[in-house]
C-alpha cells in the first residue's frame, strides 16, 4: 500500500518519520515505573474532565496525592474494594476515550514534528531564520496551553 507507514515500514523506510508515535507506540498500557506515572497523568490531563467530579477527585488523591486505598474509602465513605473498583473504572475509561479520540498521540506527534521543523530551522541559513523561529515557538506556547 502506497503511502502507508507500516511499523514494517518504518524499520526500512525513514521517510515515515511523522507518523512513528501512531505505530510503534500505540501508548504505554501496562507501563511501569516513571512511564506508568506519566501515562496516567497524560490521560488524566486530558481526559480527566469526562470523568464524574466524584471519580475526578478520588481517583486524583489516589494516583496523585497518594492516599492509599484505605484513606480514600475512609474519606469517601465506601469500602476499600469500592475504591479499587472505581479506579480500575477510571483508568478503562481514560484509556478507552484515547483509543477512539487519539488526542494524547495527535499531541505527542505535533511536538515532535515542532521538534523537527526547529532543528532543521536553526540549521538553515535564511534570512527569515529569527522570524520563523519564533513562530515556531509561538506554536509550541500554544499546544502546550
Do not use: W
Request: glycine share 6%.
Amino acid at each position: 500500500m502506497t503511502g502507508s507507514c507500516g511499523s514494517e515500514d518504518l524499520k526500512r523506510d525513514e521517510g515515515c518519520q511523522e507518523k512513528i508515535l501512531d505505530s510503534l507506540r500505540p501508548f504505554l498500557y501496562n507501563a511501569t515505573g516513571m512511564d506508568a506515572i506519566v501515562e496516567k497523568t497524560l490521560l488524566f490531563d486530558f481526559y480527566g474532565a469526562l470523568l464524574t467530579e466524584h471519580q475526578r477527585t478520588l481517583y486524583a488523591d489516589v494516583t496523585f496525592n497518594n492516599m492509599s486505598l484505605s484513606e480514600a474509602a475512609e474519606v469517601y465513605g465506601i469500602s476499600r474494594q469500592g475504591v479499587h473498583d472505581l479506579l480500575k473504572r477510571c483508568e478503562a475509561s481514560l484509556r478507552e476515550y484515547e483509543n477512539r479520540l487519539g488526542l494524547i498521540r495527535q499531541y505527542e506527534t505535533v511536538k515532535k514534528l515542532l521538534g523537527s521543523m526547529e532543528t532543521r530551522l536553526t540549521s538553515a541559513e535564511t534570512p527569515e531564520k529569527a522570524e520563523l523561529l519564533r513562530l515556531l515557538h509561538a506554536v509550541e506556547n500554544e499546544i502546550e496551553r
